[in-house]
C-alpha cells in the first residue's frame, strides 16, 4: 500500500513570494491534514478535511494560507505571500475514517520551506 | 485545553541501556494517548496508541508505555536501546469530541556506542 505522498520536498523562496504544496494521501483514506512543524517544535495542526470539506482550521493563518482539496483526494497549500516565520516542515497526514480521537494518522515525509 | 509536556528535549543513552522518555499530559476528560516517531528526513510513524483498556501499551520496535492517571503521564520506555532507534519522538494527546492530535515539542533520542 503506498504511503502519503508529498511534492516538493524542499523548496527555497523570498520573502513574500507565494509557494503551493501538493499532497496525495493514502488510497480511500476520507480524512487529510495539514500540520506545520517548526524546527525544535512539536507539528501544529493547520487545517483538517473530510472528504472535501473543512472540519478545523482555527490555526491556520488565513490572511495568507490557504488549503483546498478538490474532489475529496489531493490536496493544495498554499502561502501568499511567504514571511521569514514561515519556515518549517509542512507535513500532510491522512486516517481512514471521519479523523476520530483515536484514529491512526498516516504521515507523509514532508516538503520542507526555508523563506529567506 | 489538552497539552502535553515532553522533559527533556535531547535524551543519550548508551546502546543496550534502557530508555525511558518522559510525557505528561492535561486534559479535562480522559485523555487518549500515542507515542509517534519521526527518523531524519521522514514523516512520523506511529509506534503505539492508548484509547482504553490496559494501561501498558505495546509498540514496534519493542517499546511499550504505561498510561497512569494519577500522575497523568504516559512515559515511553524500551528495555535495551538500539543504534536504530535513534530519532526523534513525539508524544501525543486527544480527546473525545475534540477530533485532533495535540503534540509534545519533542525529544531527540541519540545512542551511543
Known amino acids: ?116 | 485545553a489538552q497539552s502535553v509536556t515532553q522533559l527533556g528535549s535531547h535524551v543519550s543513552v548508551s546502546e543496550g541501556a534502557l530508555v525511558l522518555l518522559r510525557c505528561n499530559y492535561s486534559s479535562s476528560v480522559p485523555p487518549y494517548l500515542f507515542w509517534y516517531v519521526q527518523y531524519p528526513n521522514q514523516g512520523l510513524q506511529l509506534l503505539l496508541k492508548y484509547t482504553t483498556g490496559a494501561t501498558l501499551v505495546k509498540g514496534i520496535n519493542g517499546f511499550e508505555a504505561e498510561f497512569k492517571k494519577s500522575e497523568t503521564s504516559f512515559h515511553l520506555t524500551k528495555p535495551s536501546a538500539h543504534m536504530s532507534d535513534a530519532a526523534e519522538y513525539f508524544c501525543a494527546v486527544s480527546e473525545l469530541g475534540a477530533q485532533k492530535l495535540v503534540f509534545g515539542q519533542g525529544t531527540r533520542l541519540t545512542i551511543n556506542p
Open chain 1, 1 to 116: 500500500e503506498a504511503g502519503v505522498a508529498q511534492s516538493p520536498r524542499y523548496k527555497i523562496i523570498e520573502k513574500r513570494q507565494s509557494v503551493a504544496f501538493w499532497c496525495n494521501p493514502i488510497s480511500g483514506h476520507a480524512t487529510l491534514y495539514w500540520y506545520q512543524q517548526i524546527l525544535g517544535q512539536g507539528p501544529k495542526l493547520l487545517i483538517q478535511f473530510q472528504n472535501n470539506g473543512v472540519v478545523d482550521d482555527s490555526q491556520l493563518p488565513k490572511d495568507r494560507f490557504s488549503a483546498e482539496r478538490l474532489k475529496g483526494v489531493d490536496s493544495t497549500l498554499k502561502i501568499q505571500p511567504a514571511k521569514l516565520e514561515d519556515s518549517a516542515v509542512y507535513l500532510c497526514a491522512s486516517s481512514l475514517v471521519g479523523g476520530g480521537y483515536q484514529e491512526t494518522q498516516y504521515f507523509g515525509p514532508g516538503t520542507r520551506l526555508l523563506v529567506l
